[in-house]
């Protein structure tokens, strides 16, 4: 009789999707694929309204109530997981529930929260690291195994939590198939029709999370604009123009308002037209456990400026031009550079495809049911 392995994916289907409920996204559509070869597959989610992933053969999806996610996980998860009678439990967002007793394996994907003082974002942010940092030591000792997204992750994961090292399994991040450079022309037009964008522009995803250094991109981007006459635009994506307006005001910055454009959050289904569209995409974050919109503009056929810290080496390999974050004149000469030199622009972006293509949903969801068998063998 086949086992039956619960996933924990409490935000899958929650209307705005971001790094950690793609991955597990991409992750779980893989295995539903294969769902017949190993297991049975039951997925819980929280109730929403983007119904994402349905159930098949051998591969089920229940929704909870939806509740506060301390409730949601540490009470109504394991309650159902008990009844469930499961054999494994896979938390894919860096928390679980403290008190189940089914062997769990947990997907960490950073250890960012656990930082002295912290990355300051909004108040939401804020108490979610409170809570990370709370229960991610715990569920890391409970857990039978921890799957990190890359080697650079895994080592914070055994320096912050003090885990020993053969319980942390690496496993890549993926890249799904839609990346890929547009070559359809109209498809182009249309796009930037639809969202009111030039020809040509850099591209960078605001944040109110200090780590991901939308400020630093604004300090970079001023210094652009006021240096060269014909200066282009910012587009700035998954975030309004008020949150960007507030990041400069806390930092007391006089925006090139005309020159900066906003799209608000778009679908996973266009982004490929995003990047392929973007001259540039600056991603030049403090911190990352992996950085896959890095490898999504790879993909695109953009070149990525990015930082020369945490696993961004590491993903972008040769790939990117590299900045200090801390740094926006670095950010802004790279900018520049990338502009004025043809060859460097074109080997980036060559080696930006080359490098997209290490990464694979499909050998990441192999690896992850190796974990599982290892664990349950292991018992």
Known sequence: MKKIIAIEAQRLFRSKKHGMEIVALEILKQLKNAAGNDFIYQVVVKEDVDECITSSSNF?????PAKAY?????ILLPSFI??????LLHCCSNTAPLFCKTPMVVTIHDVIYMQAGGFKGSAYQNFGNLYRRWIVPKAAKKAKA?????????????AALNVQANKVHVVYNGLNA?????TDIQKSVAFRTEYKLPEK????????????NTSGVLKAYIQHCSEKENALPLVISGCSKGTITAIAQR??????????LYTGYIEAAALPLLYSNAYLFLYPSFAEGFGLPL???????????TAHNSSLPEVAGDAALFVDAANPNEIFLAINRLLTDANLYNQLKEKGLKNAARFSWEKAANQTKEIYKMVLNNL
């Open 146 to 158: 921890i799957i990190a997204v890359s080697e650079f992750a895994k080592k914070e994961i055994v």
């Open 201 to 212: 522009y850099l591209l960078h995803f605001g944040n109110t999370a200090a780590r991901k």
């Open 70 to 74: 301390p409730i949601w996980e540490q």
């Open 60 to 64: 089920t999806v229940a929704q909870l």
């Open 82 to 87: 008990k009844k469930l009678n499961a054999a």
């Open 178 to 182: 839609i990346y890929r450079p547009c």
């Open 251 to 260: 930092e007391n910055l006089l925006l090139p308002e005309n020159n900066i």
């Open 295 to 305: 490898v999504e503009s790879m993909a695109c056929g953009t070149p990525v400026i």
